[in-house]
C-alpha cells in the first residue's frame, strides 16, 4: 500500500523567513496530494492541495510543487508569520472526485515561527 | 455551516468501560471518516461511510471498536470494552461525492483510558 514520509518532524523558523516541508510518497498510482494544517486543540485543515496532472499551485503566501518523477512534493511557506506555527500533515491518495482513494497522511511537522 | 461537530470532546474513563463518540458531518455531506491520532502512529483511518452504508472497516483495530451511520446526519463510534492503549484524539470528517479526498475535519474527541 502507499506510504507517506514527511520531514523534518520539527522546523523552527523566524518571522518573516520561508519554510519548506518535503513528502515522498510510495505509490506511483497516486493522483491527489492535499495538506493540511492542524492548530492546537483543534482538527486538521485543508490548506492546499494539488492534483498529479499539475506541477505547481500558489495561494497566496503558500505554494506547492509536485514532481511525480521523483514522488516527492513539497510545501512552501513564504515570509511566515507567528499564527503559522502550527502541525502540518501531507497526505496522497489515489483516488479522487468520485473515485475512491484514502487519504494516507504523514506524520506531521511542528512549525514554530519565532517573532 | 458549523462544520462537523463531534461529542465529547474529552472523554476520561476507566479500562473496561464502554466510550462512544458521536459525530454530526456537515448538512449535504455523503462521505464520513473515522480517524484516530496518535503520537506514535500519525493519523489513522478507521473507518469510511458513503451514504451510510461502511464501505471500509479494515483500519478498526479490532472487534471491540464498533462504528454506526443510522441516519445522514450521525455517526457514532464505540470501543467496549475500552483499554488504555485506546487513549488517542478521535476525529470525523466529511466529504461530498465528487470532491471525496476534500475532507472537513470536526475538533477531534481526546479519549484517555485509565
Known amino acids: 500500500g502507499e506510504n507517506v514520509e514527511q520531514h523534518p518532524s520539527t522546523l523552527s523558523v523566524q518571522e518573516g523567513d520561508s519554510a519548506v516541508i518535503k513528502c515522498t510518497y510510495s505509490?506511483?498510482?497516486?493522483?491527489?496530494f492535499p495538506w493540511y494544517k492542524q492548530e492546537l486543540g483543534k482538527g486538521p485543515q485543508l490548506i492546499i492541495d494539488i492534483r498529479s496532472n499539475v506541477g505547481e499551485k500558489k495561494d497566496q503566501r503558500i505554494a506547492v510543487t509536485l514532481n511525480k518523477t521523483a514522488k516527492h512534493f513539497s510545501l512552501h511557506i513564504t515570509e511566515t508569520q507567528p499564527e503559522d506555527s502550527a502541525v502540518y500533515f501531507c497526505?496522497?491518495?489515489?483516488?479522487?472526485?468520485?473515485?475512491?482513494?484514502?487519504?494516507?497522511f504523514g506524520k506531521g511537522t511542528k512549525l514554530s515561527v519565532k517573532p | 455551516d458549523a462544520g462537523v461537530i463531534q461529542s465529547p470532546r474529552h472523554e476520561v474513563t476507566e479500562m473496561g468501560q464502554e466510550v462512544t463518540l458521536r459525530c454530526k458531518p456537515i448538512?449535504?455531506?455523503?462521505?464520513l471518516f473515522w480517524y484516530r491520532q496518535t503520537m506514535m502512529r500519525g493519523l489513522e483511518l478507521l473507518i469510511y461511510?458513503?451514504?451510510?452504508?461502511?464501505?471500509?472497516d479494515s483500519g478498526m483495530p479490532e472487534d471491540r471498536f464498533s462504528a454506526k451511520m443510522p441516519n445522514a446526519s450521525f455517526s457514532t463510534l464505540k470501543i467496549q470494552p475500552s483499554e488504555p492503549r485506546d487513549s488517542a484524539v478521535y476525529f470525523c470528517?466529511?466529504?461530498?461525492?465528487?470532491?471525496?479526498?476534500?475532507?472537513?475535519f470536526g475538533p477531534g474527541t481526546r479519549l484517555t483510558v485509565l
Open positions: 461511510f458513503n451514504n451510510n452504508v461502511p464501505i471500509d
Open positions: 470528517a466529511s466529504s461530498v461525492a465528487g470532491k471525496y479526498n476534500e475532507q472537513f
Open positions: 497526505a496522497a491518495s489515489t483516488g479522487y472526485g468520485g473515485s475512491q482513494g484514502n487519504l494516507i
Open positions: 448538512s449535504g455531506h455523503d462521505y
Open positions: 505509490d506511483s498510482a497516486s493522483n491527489y
